[in-house]
T-cell receptor, first 116, second 115 residues
């Protein structure tokens, strides 16, 4: 299993500003994932962050809007840039299990973002 | 590509009554199936999974799900719900081929247990 923490847990931001979300894992992992969770919609993968390389973004998400850092094997940040009300959502960090827990996803508690 | 359909966005049920949360999937390849639960103000956590073997899988808190390949379904059931089961439940699939594969989630079903 993996224990994941995220900061901040929630924030209210003004449009046009940026927010950086931190994700910390209690063990070293190769890949970290960033998801967006909007009400009534499925979790949407934003990008996959590998240590030592550029993040891989899913269709509809770009690095200028959601820059990601992955400085080591236990930490990652996601920045939501130039925010608009449409960015109001829950942002989740996750990692994959290993060994017998392969294919399982472990999630952080999420960051609830409201943009006014 | 895979898709997951959870037709019921909300399911209200009285305490101690049975419940079924429906999940259907579409995939051109074999998949592994999962149910995740999200309690209020928390992240998702794995409830149960089907990888292979017996098509009926159980969780430690009394939920069970049955993989039905012919109907491409993985419905979640519990014979008697408790107030503490109030949460949102997400069905998910991932291709069973080797290497990293992206997880596809359903839109979630909110289970509201009424006292």
């Amino acid at each position: 299993s993996a224990v994941i923490s995220q900061k901040p847990s929630r924030d209210i931001c003004q449009r046009g500003t940026s927010l950086t979300i931190q994700c910390q894992v209690d063990s070293q992992v190769t890949m970290m994932f960033w998801y967006r969770q909007q009400p009534g919609q499925s979790l949407t993968l934003i990008a996959t962050a590998n240590q030592g390389s550029e993040a891989t973004y899913e269709s509809g998400f770009v690095i200028d809007k959601f820059p990601i850092s992955r400085p080591n094997l236990t930490f990652s940040t996601l920045t939501v840039s130039n925010m608009s009300p449409e960015d109001s959502s829950i942002y989740l960090c996750s990692v994959e299990g290993r060994g017998t827990e392969s294919y399982e996803q472990y999630f952080g508690p999420g960051t609830r973002l409201t943009v006014t | 590509a895979q898709s997951v359909t959870q037709l019921d966005s909300q399911v209200p049920v009285f305490e101690e009554a049975p419940v079924e949360l429906r999940c259907n999937y579409s995939s051109s390849v074999s998949v592994y199936l999962f149910w995740y639960v999200q309690y209020p103000n928390q992240g998702l956590q794995l409830l149960l999974k089907y990888l292979s073997g017996s098509t009926l899988v159980e969780s430690i808190n009394g939920f069970e799900a049955e993989f039905n390949k012919s109907q491409t379904s993985f419905h979640l059931r519990k014979p008697s719900v408790h107030i503490s089961d109030t949460a949102e439940y997400f069905c998910a699939v991932i291709p069973s081929s080797g290497g990293y594969q992206k997880v596809t989630f359903g839109t979630g079903t909110k289970l509201q247990v009424i006292p």
